[in-house]
């Protein structure tokens, strides 16, 4: 299937999104029952989420210099915006062209799927269980999962490949240049048919970008399920400080 790749790449990213957001409401309702400080809870959740802020502004930074788009502003500190959502961190760029404000939006998004890349290849060897577990054998898999946590600096890996993951989605002001960017991409690739182009395109880009999208759609597949192997303990966490605090929090 010529576009398999492109399915499973938003099949990955759409529970990534949903994870994310319930993971840190998660995490942020234990801090509050647990210190019952806003202050406290907020500069916690700062702490542990430092290095994906970090990487996600430093990213856009590094973009926004590469494309020679002036910035104006550089914080790593959280702060409450007007409607209440939480900041964690920003960088103030001076708006320019759809495709340098796309690419500057999309950069924390392509440096944690690198970084994602390297750290579970290099130090935590998801492609052997990927590959173990493509070719059905089920219980070396099991087995090999099991051995994970024996890898030398698995914990530190696990954790800022965690952070990372969870840091590296565009926000919303990240988003904005991307629906005029989709709309002119649409309009160069129906004038490319028209032109009679589109079988030349199917045979000689749709393969790369099939396997760039399957690649991407790994990598995002690991970030799930990080976030859901720390979910369900912080769910469940939540649910008995409530009972034994006799508290929660909105």
């Not at 970084?115 to 052997?128: D, L, S």
């Amino acid at each position: 299937m010529q576009f398999a790749g492109f399915l499973w790449f938003i099949f990955m990213l759409l529970p990534l999104v949903f994870l994310q957001r319930l993971l840190h409401r998660e995490i942020q309702a234990v801090f509050m029952i647990i210190t019952r400080n806003s202050q406290l809870t907020t500069g916690l959740f700062s702490v542990l989420f430092f290095p994906g802020v970090f990487l996600h502004e430093l990213s856009h930074f590094l973009m926004a210099k590469i494309l020679r788009v002036h910035t104006r502003g550089f914080s790593l500190f959280p702060h409450s915006l007007s409607d209440g959502r939480l900041q964690m961190g920003y960088v103030e760029t001076e708006h320019t062209d759809v495709f340098r404000d796309s690419l500057i939006g999309l950069s924390p998004l392509i440096a944690g799927t690198i970084f994602v890349a390297y750290a579970g290849i290099e130090h935590m060897q998801v492609h052997t269980l990927w590959n173990v577990l493509r070719n059905g054998q089920m219980e070396l898999f099991w087995m090999g999962l099991g051995l994970l946590p024996f890898v030398q600096d698995f914990y530190l890996w696990f954790y800022l490949t965690f952070v990372i993951s969870s840091a590296m989605m565009p926000s919303e002001s990240d988003r904005h240049a991307w629906f005029p960017l989709g709309l002119w991409t649409a309009i160069l690739l129906a004038l490319a048919l028209l032109a009679g182009t589109g079988s030349w395109m199917l045979e000689n880009l749709a393969p790369l970008l099939n396997d760039f999208f399957n690649s991407v759609a790994l990598l995002l597949g690991l970030s799930n399920a990080l976030h859901v192997v720390l979910l369900i303990p912080f769910f469940f966490l939540h649910r008995a400080l409530v009972y034994m605090m006799k508290v929660d929090v909105e």
